[in-house]
């Protein structure tokens, strides 16, 4: 079955970076995008950007372009998103998903990974 | 660009029927997605492609979109429906996808 496991929780300064992986099992890796998705505590949901697992392109949302990095490593079926030049603002839980069996929606999701920004 | 206007929340008795609006100009002509989210929990797709229900999710469960607004329809609505509510949408053009704001459906 798909499964997304994401890294830990991680507490960072401002003006620190962090860097969230999401190992996928399941499906052909390089078959579906790869989404990352956070929720800042009581906000909705915001859509943060996408990475081809096979090009490695990665499209952004405007928000985040310049401070976000998607990456991937295709020998061990993960993404990664760093995002740099963290403040407070950024404290959210952040999840990646995937469309493994949809064309559009995220049908699969990583179980969320908390980033805790705090002087 | 489009924008998702969702309201806030919406409140419904036990076995009546909530529907959760999901409003962007020409919304219509774009692919709209719903999610459920509970606290602690991933999100959740309740429906997919406008009208389609992934497997598992009960028939309860509905979704149209027409014009300015897509809509999400819970009938018979349970304790357990009460959950925060996102429309999705993925711009084709603009390669960038969207969240509306979210509406907390509360079951009375």
């Known amino acids: 079955q798909v499964k997304l496991v994401q890294s830990g929780a991680e507490e960072r300064r401002p003006g620190a970076s962090v860097k969230v992986s999401c190992k996928a099992s399941?499906?052909?890796?390089?078959?579906?995008?790869m989404h990352w998705v956070r929720q800042a505590p009581g906000q909705g949901l915001e859509w943060m950007g996408r990475?081809?697992?096979?090009?490695?392109?990665?499209d952004y949302a405007q928000d985040f372009q310049g401070r976000v990095i998607m990456t991937r490593d295709t020998s061990i079926n993960t993404a990664y998103m760093e995002m740099t030049r963290l403040n407070s603002d950024d404290t959210a839980v952040y999840y990646c998903?995937?469309?493994?069996?949809?064309?559009?929606?995220?049908?699969?999701w990583g179980q969320g990974t908390l980033v805790t920004v705090s002087s | 660009s489009l924008v998702l206007t969702q309201p806030p929340s919406v409140s419904v008795a036990p076995g009546k029927t909530a529907r959760i609006p999901c409003g962007g100009t020409?919304?219509?002509?774009?692919?709209v997605n719903w999610y459920q989210k509970r606290p602690g929990q991933a999100p959740l797709l309740v429906i997919h492609?406008?009208?389609d229900r992934p497997s598992g999710i009960p028939e309860r469960f509905s979704g149209s979109n027409s014009g300015n607004t897509a809509t999400l329809t819970v009938r018979r609505v349970e304790a357990g429906d009460e959950a925060d509510y996102y429309c999705?949408?993925?711009?084709?053009?603009?390669?960038?996808?969207?969240f509306g704001g979210g509406t907390k459906l509360t079951v009375l």
């Open positions: 998903a995937t469309n493994a069996a949809t064309a559009m929606a995220l049908d699969y």
């Open positions: 399941g499906y052909i890796f390089t078959g579906q995008f």
């Open positions: 990475i081809n697992p096979t090009s490695g392109g990665a």
């Open positions: 020409n919304i219509g002509s774009y692919i």
């Open positions: 492609y406008n009208v």
């Open positions: 999705h949408v993925w711009d084709a053009h603009t390669l960038r996808g969207m």
